[in-house]
């Protein structure tokens, strides 16, 4: 009986300890993955990749977009250039140089590519709602906070640029115009709302572009 008690309370013991080394574990895990999202300040960074430019993150879970933002004086510069500055055909994921990453507004470029396996590639995969549905959140570090932006709107766009207007006059029919979703959401967006556009090129139809829409949350 003595013994049965002892083997009882040494089983015990071990799964207690499985039990707390799992738990210390899990906790070890997310502080690994918040240092991962950003570790070190952005003058870090800039230093790192000798580029003033550099003002922030995107980062889109379960997807390859996961880069620095850049943004220069114009929006020619970084189509062909890298973060080092260096001429690249591939250029770099920037921001329309009319905006922050505290505007109301935020417009974020990137290229696609047949031929190259390019971050904003991926927001060809926003054409299938299954993909949305398990992609909805867009997170922007702006070199203080990790702001979250939730898609409210896919869109492709062949002519009436309207989000390319920075400071529409009219903010209401602006957003209502930006809403015109490929497919239903089920996200309201309100005058209040601070929202994000994402652009890339899309090859069918040709001459064409991929909007992905978020609202911060």
């Known amino acids: 009986m003595y013994k049965k008690i002892i083997d009882m309370l040494i089983i015990f013991f071990i799964l207690f300890n499985l039990y707390y080394m799992y738990v210390i574990d899990e906790n070890e895990k997310q502080k690994i993955n918040q240092k ?43 189509l062909n250039h890298s973060i080092r500055k ?35 590639k991926e927001l060809e995969k926003y054409m299938e709602k299954s993909f949305y549905d398990e992609h909805k959140i867009i997170k922007i570090w702006n070199g203080e906070v990790i702001n979250n932006y939730e898609i409210f709107s896919v869109q492709v766009v062949t002519r009436s640029y309207e989000h390319m207007k920075i400071d529409s006059k009219n903010y209401k029919q602006h957003l ?35 909007l992905v829409i978020a609202k911060k949350v």
């Open 36 to 78: 991962n999202e950003i570790e070190y300040d952005l003058n870090y960074y800039k230093d790192y990749y000798s580029n003033e430019d550099i003002i922030g993150k995107i980062k889109i879970d379960g997807t390859s977009i996961d880069t620095f933002l850049v943004k220069s004086s114009n929006n020619e510069y970084y």
């Open 86 to 120: 260096e001429y690249d055909i591939k250029g770099s994921i920037f921001v329309d140089y009319r905006t922050d990453l505290n505007s109301r507004q935020i417009n974020i470029y990137g290229h696609n590519s047949i031929k190259y396996d390019l971050p904003f």
């Open 176 to 210: 209502k115009l930006l809403s015109n979703s490929i497919y239903k959401t089920n996200v309201d967006v309100t005058e209040n709302d601070d929202i994000l556009i994402l652009q890339t090129c899309n090859y069918n139809p040709k001459n064409s572009y991929i």
